[in-house]
C-alpha cells in the first residue's frame, strides 16, 4: 500500500475513529486503526466489537493495500508531524514507512485481514435528524445514565420513535430525564436501547452543525449513525427498557417559577460545604415569592434567598444538590418550572411544550 | 473583626497566599489563612514554615481583629460568591460569618494569635530587579533543579550577585543550567541557595511586567522577596553550592548553529518511540551542513535531517532527548549554537552574549 494524505485530514480522520480503540483488550489486533486503501477511497477503520467507526480520508492512492497499526502509537506520530503531505508505505513483512518532510518513521504494523470488519446493517428503518439536534438531546440526558454494570439497561439510554416524534430517556433509580424532539419527517415506530458510552463517543464526533444531519438506521442488534464522511455502528442493550409512564405525574401541590442561573449559582455555593462522602442534603423552604436555601454540614452552614413566583402551597424539601446542578446545567431556558407535591414525591423540572422532563427523587432529611 | 472588600480583590489576594499554605501538615493551623484587620490594613498571611506569603488587600475595616479560617474552604467559598462586596465578620468564639448578596455562610475560624507569624528580615543586603526579568531567569533554570531530597542544594538555585551581576545556577548531576543578567545598579556581593518550591510559586504570583519591580533581601537564613502589596519570605537551604567554574570550558572541537524550532519539533517527534522507562538516546550524526537525527526503539525507528550550519569535525553523539527539549524550550532565540568536543564530553548550548549556558552531558550508545 501507498497512499499520501494531509497530514491535517490525517489527523481528524485518525481522532474520530480513535474513539473506539479498545484500550483493555487481549486482541492486539483491536488496539490498532486498520488503513484501507481500495476503490479509490482511503478508509479508516476502529473497533472494539461493541463499538466501530470507520471514516474516509481524501488523499491520493499510488498502491492499493491495506495495513492494521497500532492506533495509539500512528496517532501520536502523525499528530507531531509537520502540516505538510504524509505519505505512508507498507511492505509485504507489514512495515509501515511514514514520511513527512525531512521525517521518517518506520513501525511495524500487523496484517489488515486479521482486523474484524464492521457488522453490515440493513438500513429497513431510519431517521434523520440535525447533528445539533443529537448532540442536544445527549448533553441534555446522558448524565443521569447509570454507571453500574448490574443494571445494566439503565448504562444506556431508550430512543423512542413514534411517527413524528423522537422520544429520549435515561434514568438511574433516582431521577429521570426526558427530551422530546419534533421530526422533519413521520416515520416507523421503533424502540432501542443505545450503550451510554457509544452516546458519549457520539457527541464527541459529530461537528453539531444546525444544518448537518445525522442519519440514524436500527437493527433488532445494532443501531448505525451516519454522517460526513463517518460510520459509527453500535451493539444495542438487549431486554426491555423500563416502563416510565407510571412515574410521571403532571398532578402538583407548589409550583415555582424561578431564574435558572440564579438557582444554579446558589446551589453551587451550598453543595461547597458537602463533600462526596457526606451525603448531605439542601433543603429548600417555600414560601410566598420566596425560595430559601439551606445547609448545615460538619463544615459549616450557608443559607441564601431567592426571589420566586410561586402557585399553591408552601414547602419545605430536601435534595442532593449534585442532581438539581446536573439539570440545570443542562437546560437552556432562563426561567424554569418546577412542580412539587409533598417532601417525599419526586419533583418535575419541565417545559410548557413538554421538550424536556426531569423528574428527581427529595432526599429525607431532619428537620 | 469586621471587614468588606471587593469579591476580585478578595480572590486575588487568597489566591497569591494561598501558595504557601501546607497541605501535609499535623498543625491545623497551617492549614490556614490568617485574615489580620489592625492600623488600617487588611493582610492575609499564609506561613508552612518554609515559605510565608502575606499581601494586602484593598477594604473597609468595621470592627478591627483578626482570625484564622482553614485556607481551602475559604477560598473555595470566596470563588463562588457573586461578583460584589463580601463581609466577613467574626465573633468570640472564632465564628467567621461571610456574606456577599443574599449568601450567608458561617465557618467555624481558629484564633488568630496561635498562627505562626513571619520572621523579620533585615533590610541590609538587597537587590532590585524587574518582575519579568526575575520570571525569565526562574523559568529559564528551574527544569534542572533535582527532586532527589538526598541532594538537598541541587533542590534549589543558586543566586549569585557580584557588583552589577545576577547569575542563576541550577542543576541535577547530568546538567547544569546558567543565566546570568545586568542588573541596574551594582550591590555588594552575595551568594545563597533559594529552595526550588519558593521560586516556583513566585513565578505563579508575579505578573512578570517589565515596568514593575522586584526588591529581594537576603539573610544568612532567609531570602525576603518585596513585590506589589506582597512579600514572600523563604527559608534558605544551608551549605556551599558545587563549584561548577572547573565543569565550563569553552574549548571545542564542533561547533554547530542551527534553527531552534526545527530541532526542538524533531527531537520532539523521535522521543515519541520512546517510553519513560527506556532510557533510549537519540543519536545525532552530524556532518557538513547536515545534522541527521535517529532513535530506534521497541516501538520502531524515526530518522530526520535539518540543515545546519558547521564549524570543526564531524561528530556522532547521543543524548536524552528530555535534556535537549527542555534547553530548547526556554530558549528564545530563533537560531541558537551548539558547542561540542567529542561523544563522552559535555556539550554546551550558549549564546554569544553569554546571558545563558547551558551544560548537557552525553548517553553512551551501542553503534
Same mark, same amino acid.
Given at each position: 500500500m501507498k497512499i499520501i494524505c494531509k497530514k491535517t485530514d490525517l489527523v481528524h480522520a485518525v481522532s474520530t475513529v *480513535?474513539?473506539?480503540? +479498545?484500550?483493555?483488550?487481549? &486482541?492486539? =489486533? &483491536?488496539e490498532c486503526i486498520l488503513i484501507e486503501a481500495v476503490a479509490g477511497k482511503i478508509k479508516l477503520t476502529a473497533n472494539d466489537m461493541e463499538l466501530g467507526i470507520e471514516t474516509t480520508v481524501e488523499g491520493n492512492i499510488q498502491e492499493p493495500g491495506k495495513i492494521a497499526i497500532n492506533a495509539k502509537l500512528f496517532s501520536e506520530i502523525v499528530r507531531k508531524l509537520s502540516d505538510n503531505d504524509v505519505t505512508i508505505e507498507t511492505d509485504e513483512q507489514y512495515k509501515a514507512t511514514i514520511t513527512c518532510e525531512k521525517a521518517c518513521f518506520q513501525i511495524m504494523g500487523q496484517e489488515g485481514n486479521e482486523f474484524p470488519y464492521l457488522p453490515e446493517i440493513e438500513k429497513n428503518q431510519s431517521i434523520t435528524i440535525s447533528q445539533f439536534s443529537l448532540k442536544e438531546i445527549i448533553r441534555q440526558t446522558i448524565? *443521569? =445514565? *447509570? /454507571?453500574n454494570e448490574n443494571t445494566k439497561l439503565m448504562t444506556g439510554e431508550l430512543f423512542e420513535v413514534k411517527d413524528q416524534q423522537l422520544n429520549v430517556v435515561s434514568l438511574d433509580g433516582h431521577r429521570i430525564s426526558i427530551r422530546k424532539i419534533q421530526l422533519k419527517d413521520s416515520y416507523d415506530p421503533f424502540k432501542v436501547v443505545v450503550p451510554g458510552k457509544t452516546l458519549q463517543e457520539i457527541v464527541k464526533i =459529530?461537528?453539531? #452543525?444546525? #444544518?448537518e444531519d445525522v442519519n440514524i438506521y436500527v437493527t433488532s442488534k445494532h443501531i448505525l449513525f451516519e454522517f460526513d464522511q463517518t460510520r459509527v455502528v453500535s451493539r444495542l442493550l438487549e431486554g426491555e427498557f423500563y416502563k416510565i409512564s407510571q412515574m410521571l +405525574?403532571? /398532578?402538583?401541590e407548589t409550583k415555582i417559577t424561578i431564574n435558572k442561573k440564579e438557582f444554579l449559582n446558589c446551589i453551587d455555593r451550598a453543595s &461547597? &460545604?458537602?463533600? #462526596?462522602? #457526606?451525603k448531605k442534603p439542601i433543603i429548600i423552604d417555600i414560601t410566598d415569592h420566596s425560595l430559601k436555601l439551606n445547609i448545615n454540614s460538619f463544615f459549616g452552614s450557608m443559607e441564601e434567598e431567592i426571589m420566586i413566583q410561586k402557585e399553591g402551597r408552601d414547602l419545605l424539601i430536601g435534595f442532593n444538590p449534585k442532581f438539581l446542578m446536573d439539570v440545570l446545567r443542562v437546560i437552556d431556558d432562563e426561567e424554569i418550572h418546577i412542580y412539587l407535591v409533598n417532601p417525599k414525591a419526586p419533583c418535575f423540572i419541565k417545559d410548557d411544550a413538554d421538550s424536556y422532563n426531569y423528574l428527581i427523587l427529595p432526599v429525607n432529611f431532619n428537620h
Open positions: *480513535s474513539k473506539a480503540v +479498545s484500550n483493555k483488550t487481549t &486482541l492486539p =489486533i &483491536l448524565f *443521569s =445514565i *447509570s /454507571d =459529530i461537528s453539531g #452543525e444546525m #444544518e +405525574s403532571s /398532578d402538583y &461547597l &460545604l458537602i463533600r #462526596e462522602s #457526606e
